[in-house]
């Protein structure tokens, strides 16, 4: 079975500080590897992800992620923080073998500090 | 820009009542998904269609869930009796490619 670890269920940022959220995952197969953002009363928006190919992956609103195969993780950063991306965030992980069922962290809730 | 539909958004039912939630995917996504979301942790995976037909529904509580997806278009997930601890956001989403999953809305539930 597949399963993500996030630590730190709220995390604190400066307004322009550096943003990182901590992923590490366990898969006994190739993982597909997701961040997903969410809103208060909202669904969840896709970050970014991670399938093949390229092992630093950029997405939207400024945030990127580096896959760590030896590390098992997938930390999510963005350089400098802004009001907006005061949110809650999710890891997710889905075997690459066509099963497509996502496994979520339990959340990071960012507070971003004027 | 296309987006999985979801209603209600909001819920208030009592205990031991019957409950139901609709789904609309996005228009050409053969796969629907259901999630229930508990307050400060991560979506659960509910139950997985393929155009009509269940994929996964491992994790879905059976002496009182239900989900169909008749024409393999839109989907209700039904609850029935609810109970307190079913209280919970509940989600949908839809997808056409193995790794990229829209989520609505969600409808949240509130069991009094």
Not at chain 1, 63 to 91: G, I, N, R, V, W
Not at chain 2, 35 to 53: C, H, K, M
């Amino acid at each position: 079975a597949q399963s993500v670890t996030q630590l730190g269920s709220h995390v604190s940022v400066s307004e322009g500080a550096l943003v990182l959220l901590r992923c590490n995952y366990s898969s006994s197969v190739p993982p597909y590897l997701f961040w997903y953002v969410q809103y208060p009363n909202q669904g969840l928006q896709l970050l970014l992800k991670y399938t093949t190919g390229a092992t630093l992956v950029k997405g939207i609103n400024g945030f990127e992620a580096e896959f760590k195969k030896s590390e098992t993780s997938f930390h999510l950063t963005k350089p400098s923080a802004h009001m907006s991306d005061a949110a809650e965030y999710f890891c997710a992980v889905s075997d690459s073998y066509g099963n497509n069922r996502l496994a979520f962290g339990k959340g990071n809730q960012v507070v971003v500090i004027p | 820009e296309a987006e999985v539909a979801q209603s209600p958004r909001y819920k208030i039912t009592e205990k031991s009542q019957a409950v139901a939630f609709w789904c609309d995917p996005i228009s050409g996504h053969a796969t629907l998904y259901w999630y229930r979301q508990i307050l400060g942790q991560g979506p659960e995976l509910l139950v997985q269609f393929q155009d009509e037909s269940v994929v996964d529904d491992s994790q879905l509580p059976k002496d009182r869930f239900s989900a169909e997806r008749l024409k393999g278009v839109d989907s209700t997930l039904k609850i029935q009796p609810a109970e307190l601890g079913d209280s919970a956001m509940y989600l949908c989403a839809s997808s056409r490619r193995q790794y990229e999953q829209y989520f609505g809305p969600g409808t949240r539930l509130t069991v009094t």
